[in-house]
């Protein structure tokens, strides 16, 4: 499920994990560079991609699951 810019803001600003004005810089950003806003969040160092995914699957009321070391068969 896709999570809309001012979703995201408002989770990500009201969490504390960044303030608005970085916030609406890299949207900006991510839309100049034709990117991913979640990637520019994590490549400028504001936000880890576990911290984001938590917060988002908090929002959306599922649980979260890190599948980084796990194995998946086809």
Known sequence: MKISTADLKNI????GY??????DEAALNAVDLGKNL???LYFRGFISEDAISHQVAQFLKVPYANLDHQQITP
């Open 38 to 40: 979640e990637d520019v």
């Open 18 to 23: 960044i303030n608005e004005k970085d916030f």
């Open 12 to 15: 990500l600003v009201t969490g």
